[in-house]
């Protein structure tokens, strides 16, 4: 059975928290990355942070086979 795994993502005006949380609510890893407000950042440069901080997080699993879910407070 595949483990499914959770990135919340709490954007603020000067800096943007992301949490990688198992099924069971355990916080896996985080990491503060730079604001992705649209009145402060491009698309473009939103997406690069949103991709560098999936990344980061993406390291701290070890499954091989595993979902992925998303969701923004």
Excluded: C, R
Aim: hydrophobic share 35%; charged share 25%.
């Amino acid at each position: 059975m595949k483990n499914t795994y959770y990135i919340g993502i709490d954007g603020g005006g000067t800096k943007t928290n992301f949490i990688l949380f198992d099924s069971d609510k355990n916080s896996i890893a985080s990491v503060l990355m730079p604001t992705i407000h649209p009145a402060q950042t491009s698309f473009k440069e939103a997406v690069s942070v949103l991709t560098d901080a999936k990344e980061k997080l993406l390291e701290n699993i070890n499954d091989s086979d595993y979902i992925l879910k998303v969701n923004k407070s």
